[in-house]
């Protein structure tokens, strides 16, 4: 368990004494069971006593079914004193159910056991357990109860509570009807027994696929071998013609996992890889203050990775290396309006926030803040933060292009943040160079508690910089876009074979993006630390920028040209 979680977690057990358990079918019985065992004191409790019971209890806990939730809960609301906490087991329905609690005064929750529960007496132990609160309180009073009956607690945002149920019933349900189909067909086609003999098969698969997500996948399909597939259909048609639609609905799906698996994108954070816990998803930085309260009070170190989302492996070296490095990792996601000039595409940027969260989970971000830009500029907002001079003028900040206006809307965004989320370090990546230099002169300037790390810049294969921009980059334009970082590296394979006028190894790059249809905003040679115009290699560090719009997307990238080690040539460092 992460040191956050673990602190929240013992907040959260000390609520937990005495617990209604109301209903006694199966999942009453397996929690009741769990419970004592885990030295709880519980009481269980049923309809038309319930509230006798609950009153008895901190927490309680209606395990009835779905369609009966929302008037065992107003019968249960009763209760005098009413518990604290009142949490239904259902894996469809969400918070609103419970609101008959929630009015007279109680925290709710939902915790789901992701498990088949065929006996009172199931063993709920190691299960993972869905969970949701009305508060961050009741949400790790759901997860310390999750823990404390041996589960896995995992959190499942209230606004995709249908889409969690759905990808339940076709992890589990859907599974049986797939081989109650394969054993019909099988059936047809004359072999005895068909369970029996399909059942190795689909117990072997299904481990495999717990072991390694989509690499699993195996067969016809996956091959590429067409032939046998429409044999198959055939066959099916033939024999069982019921099935058809569901094998050509299946065999779609498969071709497009398969090609996946064979060119993961970048945004295929979800196949493979180990188990990993969800972020907790917060969108309010009074609750986000809630929540980090008790890393700060322990002296957690806390870093802060700024997003704008639509995450790639950029994203995710930050985020690895705030991992590493810290103890509690926050990540933000916030399309940040004020940055964007009024041409610019704020409307238009990408956003998969579901992606993000898979790629925060697969990186182990604790905490992710994503709040909404009413939030973040409510009515009245009128304050904002800017580094002056030059560093915010000149290359992206020039009035030709994004101007400082685009600088002073990062700026008061990253100060914000920075005070809502008080980190001791923040992660920005080397490819907003600009950026990053502004930032670092702000948190100097300012006196921000923080230290600033930049994390080099992270390539497609050939050479591109990732960057969310690139998915609106034409296959055409795509292959014209390595144009930029090949000019960067001309520019410092040149200074490394000792030309020292940037000048003229700058011509070198021009040529490059001229050769490949592009024009770019800029191409410079500049002083890495404070972005004075460089006339020379040598010297100091230099920053060689470059800014170009290919078809919709604007691009950037960079390189620094190091000066001289003493002894040696003009040495650089190419970005590749
Ligand atoms: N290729 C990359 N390598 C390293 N860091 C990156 C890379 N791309 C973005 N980052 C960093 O990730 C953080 C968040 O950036 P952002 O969400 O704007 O992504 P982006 O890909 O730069 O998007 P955009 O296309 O808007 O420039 C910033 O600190 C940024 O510098
Ligand atoms: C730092 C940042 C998150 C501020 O909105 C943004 O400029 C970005 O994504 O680089
Ligand atoms: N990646 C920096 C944020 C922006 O382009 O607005």
Redo the contacts with the bound molecule.
Sequence with gaps: MRELERNRDAEASSALHRLAVIGDGRTGGSVTHAARAAGLDVHVGRRGTSAATASLAEVALLCVPDRSIASACAELAEADPLPAYVGHVSGAAGLDVLAAARRRGAETFTLHPLQTIPTPDTDLAGAPAAVSGSSPAARDVAAALARRLGMVPFDVPEEHRAAYHAAAVLASNFLVTLEESATELLTRAGVADARAVLAPLVLRSAANWAEAGSAALTGPIARGDEDTVRAHLAAVRALAPKLEPTYTALAERTRAIAERGAAPSSQDWTTGGTPVNAPQVIRTREELRRALEPARRSGRRIGLV????FL?E??A??LRAARAGCDVVVMSLFVNPTQFGPNEDLAAYPRDEAADLAMAAATGVDVVYAPDAAHVYPAGYATSVEVGGELTQVLCGDPRRRGSAHFRGVTTVVAKLLNAVGPDVAF?????AQ?AIVIRRMVRDLDFPVEVVV?????EPDGL?????NVYLEPDERVRARALNQALSAVADAARAGETDTSRALALGHKILTDAGIDPEYLEARDADDLTLAARFGDRPVLVAVAARVGRARLIDNVVVESPQPGAGAAAEVAR
């Design positions: 700024p997003t704008m989302g790639h950029g994203h070296s930050l920005f990546g080397q490819k907003d950026q994390g080099p810049t992270v390539r910089a990732m960057s969310s921009r």
